[in-house]
Antibody, heavy 119, light 113 residues
């Protein structure tokens, strides 16, 4: 059964860059049927799509974050990663990684990791 | 960006009764080449990640109880829970994946009356 697990720091200082990794287990990230994505949720608020990546490295990002976001993939480790620069308090959120299936919905999600931006 | 607007923001329904949540998109999310609506519904329980319930507006995900159903087309969509169970207490989100950026509704909080 496919599982996703986010990892990374829970606390980031303002202006620093957040780095998170999503490890895929129970299946291959190199499957041609799927894209992989990052979604975040500020405390008590709704969901915001950050961006997605294909195993080939093809990416697309939310324009509202595009200038600060980089998503990359490492097929040898079955992982994909998120970097978000110039962090501010408004970036405080639970960050989820998820699989986008062939129907284009996000069908499998990680448990999420809480990231707080504070000095 | 396509704006997704859900109504109501919160809803209290008695056990065994019907719950209805609406979702409206700011433009059509019907993909003409395959006549499919690119809309998903998710359920998020407290402290958990979202769970995909329905995709393409009306296709129930494997393992999702058949009391959950989705309907609608174009810009107006509905999630219906035919007989509310205690375990259905959650926040429900609609999401369009017709075009990027993918966008979600603001969520509807469903509680027991």
């Amino acid at each position: 059964q496919l599982q996703l697990q986010e990892s990374g720091p829970g606390l980031v200082k303002p202006s620093e860059t957040l780095s998170l990794t999503c490890t895929v287990s129970g299946g291959s990230i190199s499957s041609s049927s799927y894209y992989w994505g990052w979604i975040r949720q500020p405390p008590g608020k709704g969901l915001e799509w950050i961006g997605s990546i294909y195993y080939s490295g093809s990416t697309y990002y939310n324009p509202s974050l595009k200038s600060r976001v980089t998503i990359s993939v490492d097929t040898s480790k079955n992982q994909f990663s998120l970097k978000l620069s110039s962090m501010t308090a408004t970036d405080t959120a639970v960050y989820y990684c998820a699989r986008r299936n062939s129907s284009h919905a996000f069908d499998i999600w990680g448990q999420g990791t809480m990231v707080t931006v504070s000095s | 960006d396509i704006v997704m607007t859900q109504s109501p923001d919160s809803l209290a329904v008695s056990l065994g009764e019907r719950a209805t949540i609406n979702c409206k998109s700011s433009q059509s999310i019907l993909y003409s080449s395959n006549d499919k609506n690119y809309l998903a519904w998710y359920q998020q329980k407290r402290g958990q990640p979202p769970k995909l319930l329905i995709h393409r507006a009306s296709t129930r995900e494997s393992g999702v109880p058949d009391r959950f159903s989705g309907s609608g087309s174009g810009t107006d969509f509905t999630l219906t829970i035919s007989s509310l169970q205690a375990e259905d207490v959650a926040v429900y989100y609609c999401q369009q994946y017709y075009s990027t950026p993918y966008t979600f509704g603001q969520g509807t909080k469903l509680e027991i009356k």
